[in-house]
Structure formats: C-alpha cells, structure tokens
C-alpha cells in the first residue's frame, strides 16, 4: 500500500545521478541548439516557474482567509448557542 523511502545515502545517489544526467542534457543541448536557444529556454522556464510558485501562494492565502472565516463564524455560533443556554 505505501511505497518504501530510500534510505539517505540511496537518495543521495540517486540525485547525484540525476543533477549528472542534467548536466549532460544541458552541454548536449548547448552544443545542438547553442547557448542563446538554451538560455532562451531556461528563462523561460524560470518565468512558468515564478508564476506558478505565485499562484500556489495566492491559493495558499485565499485558503487560510477561508479557514479564519470559518473558524470566526463558527466562533460566533458557539458564543450565541452558549450564551441563548441552547
């Protein structure tokens, strides 16, 4: 039912592999396309990056003003219903 965490040191390698595997990407992709297309694409990529990282945000404020609402409207209830001796 859950999948097994690798241990650190497995973790550790398996992102040593991976930030190898980018490097080598990026030189082959700087050697195919030159470093202008590559630098056009990472900016880019930067750019979707930044605005998604703000629309998590604004979702993330938008949902704790909600909770507090809720959390202030059920504190009214339970004020009302305490003091009527309901």
Same mark, same amino acid.
């Given at each position: 039912?859950?999948?097994?965490?690798? /241990? +650190?040191?497995?973790?550790?390698?398996?992102? /040593?592999?991976?930030?190898? &595997?980018?490097?080598?990407?990026?030189?082959? +992709?700087?050697?195919?396309?030159?470093?202008?297309?590559? /630098?056009?694409?990472?900016?880019?990529?930067?750019?979707?990056?930044?605005?998604?990282?703000?629309?998590?945000?604004?979702?993330?404020?938008?949902?704790?003003?909600?909770?507090? +609402?809720?959390?202030?409207?059920?504190?009214? &209830?339970?004020?009302?219903?305490?003091?009527?001796?309901?």
């Amino acid at each position: 039912m859950f999948t097994a965490l690798p /241990d +650190a040191t497995t973790q550790a390698r398996l992102h /040593d592999q991976a930030k190898a &595997e980018a490097e080598r990407l990026r030189r082959a +992709a700087i050697q195919n396309f030159g470093r202008e297309t590559v /630098d056009a694409f990472w900016r880019g990529a930067d750019a979707v990056w930044q605005r998604s990282v703000q629309t998590g945000q604004a979702i993330a404020e938008r949902s704790a003003a909600r909770l507090k +609402a809720r959390l202030a409207r059920q504190t009214r &209830e339970r004020s009302t219903t305490l003091s009527s001796g309901v």
